[in-house]
């Protein structure tokens, strides 16, 4: 094997790892509110969407905070590959700030924000309610959740994707333990019900924060003290700030088009019915699994190519690209065959309602359709945000909404869809957006990057 290949593993495996459990939660809290009963009175699907309504409105929230994450991780590769370890001190100190600042406005925020979230979806009144009583305990994880992406970000800079997983890994574990004990019981604790699912969620962030403070406090303190506290007031230069404020612009844009596409693919799903939005929500966990291999990959693209870039190395950064492209590929093959083979067997895990299982095969077709286009479309995203070209990254977010947008509008104006039929145009016009993406950021990868820097 070559040394490019196990330096790639090195880096994607333990993302990989870490990822295979984050579906797992989903599905997990999908499962516990398919499998809960609340008096007799709510079905699977309302509590299914639910989960799914109360998930958008977080999404809604936290992915217009994802350059948290994203910008932080292209930055401090390329100060890694710089050998510039006090300026990733700096990062990691400006992106901390940062995150706790966020956290304080949208806890202020809170009730505002699920008010007007809720008059824009079209749910039952119970799917509603519930879905609220979901928000209102989740949103005192915020300050764990944004705290969670910046250290995420910092240790995919750092090329540490060990320390990485051993925080998916806690936050993950812990959150499947919490929420079925939370929602059920154990021993004589009889459990909160549908509330538990929430409330494991703000035990296992807190967790992973506990976890990121005490390893780097461990293993990169010889990094951290590299910054002063006298240092503190350069971190708000206008110069400095102008650059970041431009950069971070771009990718709040990409999260508010990302937001408009997830948004837009729940509420579309709310509005047709309770069931089409149960199937909605379990289509899109099955859909994501995928995604989580393939952004084991992405991650190690954006390390590696933010060192080169940091380096000035156009060799290693041309072969990383090359090589991680065969290897996201090759997950997107191995995906298809899952899909043909387990895809019902999945659905019987999600929920034991039959009626929800039985409409959701009909979209089955839909699975094996997505992995060549979605794993394109990540690995991409993790080559772009390490060479900071976020120019081009909003540019394709914001083509790909428009695209899944035009791709409804212009279905529902031509067909009228409504049941089944219009839970398949939904899927087609999820599929666009991903074809979009793949398209633009091929056609300018050497304008956007390679032109760029070399």
């Not at 990485?164 to 890994?169: A, I, P, Q, T």
């Not at 303190?221 to 650059?243: A, H, I, M, Y």
């Not at 309770?274 to 390390?303: N, P, R």
């Not at 995203?381 to 909003?394: E, F, K, N, W």
């Amino acid at each position: 094997m070559r040394r490019i290949d196990r330096e790639i593993l090195r880096l994607a495996l333990p993302s990989i790892l870490a990822n295979i459990t984050i579906p797992l939660v989903g599905m997990v809290d999908t499962a516990v509110a398919g499998h809960l009963a609340q008096d007799g009175n709510a079905g699977a699907a309302v509590f299914i969407g639910a989960i799914s309504v109360g998930s958008m409105i977080f999404n809604l929230l936290y992915w217009n905070c994802s350059f948290l994450r994203t910008g932080t991780g292209g930055i401090t590769a390329q100060a890694y590959g710089r050998s510039d370890l006090h300026e990733c001190a700096s990062i990691f100190v400006r992106s901390m700030i940062t995150s706790a600042a966020l956290a304080a406005l949208i806890l202020a925020l809170q009730l505002p924000f699920l008010k007007l979230s809720l008059l824009v979806t079209d749910g039952s009144a119970e799917v509603e309610r519930l879905a609220a009583q979901y928000f209102l305990i989740r949103i005192w994880a915020a300050p764990a959740t944004l705290g969670l992406m910046a250290f995420t970000g910092w240790f995919v800079g750092m090329q540490d994707s060990v320390s990485s997983m051993w925080k998916d890994l806690t936050v993950n574990i812990v959150n499947v333990i919490a929420s079925i004990v939370l929602s059920f019981g154990a021993g004589s604790f009889k459990g909160f019900g549908f509330a538990g699912v929430a409330l494991g969620t703000v035990v296992a962030q807190y967790s992973g924060l506990l976890y990121c403070i005490v390893k780097s406090a461990i293993k990169y303190r010889n990094v951290l003290s590299l910054f002063k506290f006298s240092e503190f007031r350069s971190q708000f230069d206008p110069v400095r700030l102008r650059s970041l404020f431009r950069m971070n612009a771009n990718l709040v844009v990409r999260s508010l088009c990302f937001t408009a596409i997830y948004l837009g693919y729940t509420l579309i799903a709310t509005g047709i019915s309770d069931l089409m939005l149960a199937c909605s929500a379990i289509m899109m966990q099955l859909l994501m699994i995928f995604s989580y291999f393939t952004d084991g990959f992405a991650y190690a693209s954006e390390a590696m190519c933010g060192k080169y870039i940091g380096a000035r190395d156009r060799k290693g950064l041309v072969a990383t690209i090359k090589h991680i492209f065969v290897w996201s590929m090759s997950i997107a093959v191995l995906f298809i065959g899952i899909y043909i083979v387990t895809g019902t067997p999945f659905l019987r895990l999600m929920t034991s309602d039959g009626t929800v299982v039985e409409a959701c095969v009909e979209f089955l077709p839909w699975l094996v359709a997505m992995p060549p286009l979605g794993c394109a479309a990540f690995t991409w995203d993790g080559v772009y945000l390490g060479a900071t070209a976020t120019g081009a990254i909003r540019n394709s977010m914001l083509g790909s909404a428009v695209t899944f947008l035009l791709v409804w509008g212009i279905g529902v104006a031509v067909w009228n869809p409504d049941g089944a039929m219009a839970m398949h145009l939904l899927m087609a016009a999820y599929f666009a957006h991903l074809a979009y993406r793949t398209a633009y950021m091929t056609i300018k990868y050497k304008k956007s990057i390679i032109d760029r820097y070399f």
